[in-house]
């Protein structure tokens, strides 16, 4: 996997064109950007870029508006809210197809230093089907491009790649170097020892995350509901828990793959079960600890159990790379956040390079404060998940190498 791309540090912009694929997909409420995390990581490409003389043209989809334009999906409040974070105006120009006459006339007249807002992308019908008209109308925007949204690069689009083939000069932005740095080279060439945390719901999900990241890792260890197909694959009664049973012979070939690689695979010892799934999912709700192989038959495994929490944490503090994706158990529900919170405390304390592969692992650790003590967190699940899986992304592979 080519991981030395051309960044925004290897680019001269002074007097050009540039356009930029942003990640601005913020959750909005009756037209207000109820979390603007999004908004503020894209700040220092945008800046360099701006303070680098060039003619900033953003870009980005919001939702999913399927092809047509969705007012409720306009990038507007965007356009708004940027131009406060940046302290200079961000200009909206406005188009129900992205880029017309009236959009190329707005770049036309800009000036050096100064910054555009494009429409929506995914008004477009084309632009989640990669198509070439469209990609050739961003390209035409600009004499550079720049691809700061890690959160789609696992996907062919216009916006992030089509458009790399009508312009000849394509880096990255400090976000995607910084995914590519941390999360890239922590597969590829990581610190040993190096030890995988992997949860969440469903084996189904990380199958090939899980058996990629064997050949990598020293120890994997496995938490969440995807950890009761494992124990059933070893004999063990897991109650009314969550299982795959269409994966349990994937699961024992995982478990002899480990063996015969030499690492170590680890399994919960014991499991926080409840007599059903709360309901809500945050209501109170009655526990019990019980070792692995011994989950009664009526009850659903919920959370990893206190040993488990332990082993895994103990398992953390020799490692120097740990990658975590999914948490250990139902971390929305209070008494069911122990598992994630122990893997999460652990990882806080340790000297190791930590690195939580986004989606709901990202959404844990935030929420329960230990966001500032991880090395990196990554801004996209999806991508994050196929980068562990040691697949190459297309929004990452588009860019020029160095």
């Not at 306009?74 to 120009?93: M, N, T």
């Not at 893997?343 to 304390?349: D, H, R, Y």
């Not at 500032?372 to 999806?382: A, E, F, R, V």
Request: glycine share 10%; proline share 4%.
């Amino acid at each position: 996997m080519g991981l030395n791309k051309k960044s925004v540090d290897d680019i001269n912009v002074a007097g050009k064109k540039v356009l930029v694929r942003c990640d601005f997909n913020v959750p909005l409420k009756e037209g207000k950007i109820t979390d603007e995390n999004r908004l503020v990581a894209a700040l220092p490409t945008i800046k360099k870029l701006v303070a680098d003389g060039g003619k900033v043209i953003l870009c980005s989809h919001l939702g999913k508006p399927k092809g047509e334009p969705k007012p409720e999906l306009s990038l507007a409040p965007v356009a708004v809210r940027l131009s406060e974070l940046l302290g200079q105006e961000v200009k909206f120009v406005a188009s129900p197809v992205v880029v017309d006459d009236s959009v190329k006339a707005a770049v036309e007249a800009m000036k050096d230093g100064e910054i555009v807002l494009l429409e929506n992308t995914r008004y477009r019908v084309e632009e989640t089907k990669n198509g070439e008209a469209f990609s050739k109308e961003l390209a035409s925007l600009a004499e550079v491009f720049v691809n700061d949204a890690f959160g789609t690069a696992h996907r062919a689009h216009c916006s992030n790649v089509g458009v790399t083939e009508y312009i000849d000069e394509c880096a990255v932005g400090y976000l995607m170097q910084k995914e590519i740095d941390f999360l890239g080279n922590a597969v590829e060439t990581p610190v040993r020892p190096f030890v995988a945390i992997l949860g969440g719901a469903k084996v189904a999900d990380k199958l090939n995350v899980i058996s990629n990241l064997l050949e990598k890792c020293d120890t994997l260890i496995i938490g969440g509901g995807m950890a009761f197909t494992f124990l059933k694959a070893k004999g063990y009664e897991i109650g009314t828990s969550l299982v795959d049973d269409t994966k349990l012979d994937y699961c024992k070939e995982m478990m002899e793959k480990a063996e015969s690689l030499g690492k170590k695979l680890l399994l919960p010892i014991d499991s926080t079960v409840a007599a059903a799934f709360p309901s809500p999912i945050d209501a109170e709700i009655e526990v019990e600890v019980v070792p692995a192989d011994a989950i009664p038959a009526d009850k659903m495994g919920l959370d990893i159990g206190t040993k488990t929490a332990e082993m895994y944490a103990d398992a953390v503090k020799s490692a120097k790379t740990v990658v975590w994706n999914g948490p250990m158990g139902v971390f929305e529900n209070p008494i069911l956040a122990k598992g994630t919170i122990a893997v999460a405390k652990s990882l806080a304390e340790t000297d190791a390079t930590t690195i939580i592969g986004g989606g709901d692992s990202a959404a844990a650790v935030n929420q329960l404060g230990f966001g500032p003590k991880m090395s990196h967190i990554s801004t996209g699940g999806g991508a994050s998940l196929e980068f562990l899986e040691g697949k190459e992304l297309p929004g990452v592979a588009a860019a020029n190498d160095k």
